[in-house]
């Protein structure tokens, strides 16, 4: 079976977009061939009449993909809001059967998938159904990106706590530092705290740094863990 997981966050703009691309671009480096997939992207900018899905095209160029976008990006909508919702002011519906069939593909033809959900593990994804159910329909474990903030321990264990009842695996968190949190005395614990509380690796940090696409690419044995696990 090949390795594919499923990129969650304790909320929206936490981070999933950079530890995705961060993840694409090690594994990429270790010769690995990589797909990847943003299902639904909402809050797309316009050109002309086409919608542009920022944070897929991220996805696209970090794992080198020859995927088509419509591959990568099966449903884009212009409203920043959740998925479901912005299928609904589209006049449009999200079919996850549709969403599957499209993973089973590209994983056919890579070594590894990586599949950013929107949004936190229960954010609205179709009619009925949440994030966690995607992850669930596509037998992905997760990786949970937590922002190293004030807060980030009940976010993340209540992440944990609802993937768990819900049967999915989580195999690490990855926290990410969205701003410079030198003056923030929790971001000196939280990691620490974080897995004594769940039970679950903190694969590793990422940085601070005013530009995002610098972070740094993986070690060597940090790829090897993240496989292992």
């Known amino acids: 079976m090949k390795p594919a997981f499923f990129i969650t966050g304790t909320d929206t703009n936490v981070g999933k977009t950079e530890a995705a ?27 002309g009449e086409k919608m542009i899905p920022k944070d897929a ?13 419509d591959l990568v990006n099966p449903y884009r909508f212009t409203a920043p809001v959740a998925p479901d919702l912005a299928a609904r002011l589209f006049g449009a519906s999200i079919d996850l059967e549709r969403v599957k069939d499209i993973f089973i593909g590209l994983q ?16 609205p994804a179709a009619e009925g159904k949440s994030m966690a159910d995607l992850a669930l329909l596509l037998g992905a474990p997760l990786l949970i990106v937590s922002a190293n903030r004030l807060g980030t321990i009940n976010h993340t264990l209540l992440t944990v706590s609802c993937a768990r009842q819900m049967g999915l695996a989580v195999k690490g968190i990855i926290l990410n530092n ?52």
């Open 21 to 47: 691309c961060m993840l694409a671009r090690s594994f990429r480096e270790a010769g690995l061939k990589v797909g990847v997939m943003k299902p639904v992207e909402t809050g797309c900018r316009l050109l």
């Open 57 to 69: 095209l991220r996805l696209k160029e970090a794992s080198g993909t020859l995927a088509d976008l």
């Open 108 to 123: 056919a033809a890579h070594d590894l998938m990586l599949v950013e959900g929107a949004g936190g593990l229960l954010a």
């Open 178 to 229: 969205p701003v410079d949190s030198s003056n923030d005395l929790s971001a000196e614990h939280n990691r620490s705290d974080i897995e004594r509380l769940s039970g679950v690796p903190v694969l590793f940090e990422i940085p601070w740094s005013p530009a995002m696409a610098s972070a740094p690419i993986l070690k060597k044995e940090e790829i090897e863990k993240l496989l292992a696990i």
